[in-house]
T-cell receptor
């Protein structure tokens, strides 16, 4: 069975500082990894995904994520946080042999002035 | 281009009542999904449809039925609502069908907040 862990329920960052939202996964075979963001009272919006190739994936709104196969991690990063980045972030994984996306429990990012 | 739309936005039901949640997408996507979101549990897949005319159970299908009415529309029905079905329901769609679901990006609707008393 495939699974995703987001070890932090909440991450607090000051505006202008770098941010990291952590994600680790477990799958059989090659993983396909996704990050989604959810703003209050809205649906999930796609940020980026890793399918194959370069381990550093760049996505929307200046976010990037690094795939680390040995550590089975796919942490989301941004060099300089904005207050408008405050939202709920979900990591998700799918295996090549699976037919459904498995989501983590989400990490709330709070960016303050 | 509205993307994925869902109706209603909010609904309150009494235990035992039935209702249908509607979902439509205008992106010509082949696959559609229904999820529920509960605090501390992330999103869990209820049912999905990998192509028009097919539906399959997800992780938590009990108490729900679905209909893929056509390529655009995918409805979720609660025949006899229970308080445990209080949740936020999201519909999503993705482009490809059949065995290529693994790498697909899913696009989500705004959600339906359902309360069952």
């Amino acid at each position: 069975a495939q699974s995703v862990a987001q070890p932090e329920d909440q991450v607090n960052v000051a505006e202008g500082n770098p941010l990291t939202v952590k994600c680790t996964y477990s799958v059989s075979g090659n993983p396909y990894l996704f990050w989604y963001v959810q703003y209050p009272n809205r649906g999930l919006q796609f940020l980026l995904k890793y399918i194959t190739g370069d381990n550093l994936v760049k996505g929307s709104y200046g976010f990037e994520a690094e795939f680390n196969k040995s550590q089975t991690s796919f942490h989301l990063k941004k060099p300089s946080a904005l207050v408008s980045d405050s939202a709920l972030y979900f990591c998700a994984v799918n295996a090549a042999t699976a037919s459904k996306l498995t989501f983590g429990t989400g990490t709330r990012l709070q960016v303050t002035l | 281009n509205a993307g994925v739309t869902q109706t209603p936005k909010f609904q309150v039901l009494k235990t035992g009542q039935s209702m249908t949640l509607q979902c439509a997408q205008d992106m010509n996507h082949n696959s559609m999904y229904w999820y529920r979101q509960d605090p501390g549990m992330g999103l869990r897949l209820i049912y999905y449809s990998a192509s028009e005319g097919t539906t399959d159970k997800g992780e938590v299908p009990n108490g729900y039925n679905v209909s893929r009415l056509n390529k655009r529309e995918f409805s979720l029905r609660l025949e006899s609502a229970a308080p445990s079905q209080t949740s936020v329901y999201f519909c999503a769609s993705s482009e490809t069908s059949g065995g290529y679901l693994s790498t697909d990006t899913q696009y989500f609707g705004p959600g339906t907040r359902l309360t069952v008393l």
